[in-house]
């Protein structure tokens, strides 16, 4: 039953995501090009992250196998790792640059989690238990 929660609370975030960038794109401001790009295709790539996992997740609930394993647990942890250690580097050069406070907070929030999600598929598809 826990699972199936975090499922549909996963579910309802993606929703809430698509549903703002929606609203988002035909508000009465002109946008253009650059920021539409900004704006929508960096989201809908964490958002179609999120739908695999979450769909992953689907899958093992149905077949009853369990969502996390040790295996899956480790691979997060390096992922997150990983994901981390870009964050600070990130924030880092952001702060070399002098990037303006939205756009080191975007930075520090959209890098990490696209560095996240391709590491996580990577080792996992590299399936070397031992070299984790």
């Given at each position: 039953?826990?699972?199936?929660?975090?499922?549909?609370?996963?579910?309802?975030?993606?929703?809430?995501?698509?549903?703002?960038?929606?609203?988002?794109?035909?508000?009465?401001?002109?946008?253009?090009?650059?920021?539409?790009?900004?704006?929508?295709?960096?989201?809908?790539?964490?958002?179609?992250?999120?739908?695999?996992?979450?769909?992953?997740?689907?899958?093992?609930?149905?077949?009853?196998?369990?969502?996390?394993?040790?295996?899956?647990?480790?691979?997060?942890?390096?992922?997150?790792?990983?994901?981390?250690?870009?964050?600070?580097?990130?924030?880092?050069?952001?702060?070399?640059?002098?990037?303006?406070?939205?756009?080191?907070?975007?930075?520090?929030?959209i890098i990490p989690a696209m560095v996240f999600m391709g590491s996580y598929l990577y080792l996992e598809r590299r399936g070397d238990p031992s070299g984790l």
């Open positions: 039953m826990k699972e199936k929660t975090r499922l549909i609370i996963g579910a309802a975030v993606i929703v809430a995501v698509v549903g703002t960038l929606a609203l988002y794109s035909v508000s009465d401001e002109s946008i253009d090009l650059m920021e539409l790009v900004g704006i929508v295709l960096v989201p809908m790539l964490l958002v179609f992250g999120a739908f695999f996992f979450l769909w992953r997740r689907a899958k093992s609930i149905r077949s009853g196998l369990p969502t996390e394993d040790e295996y899956s647990k480790k691979i997060s942890y390096k992922a997150g790792y990983y994901s981390y250690l870009v964050s600070l580097y990130v924030a880092l050069a952001g702060m070399f640059f002098e990037l303006e406070g939205h756009e080191l907070g975007a930075a520090v929030i």
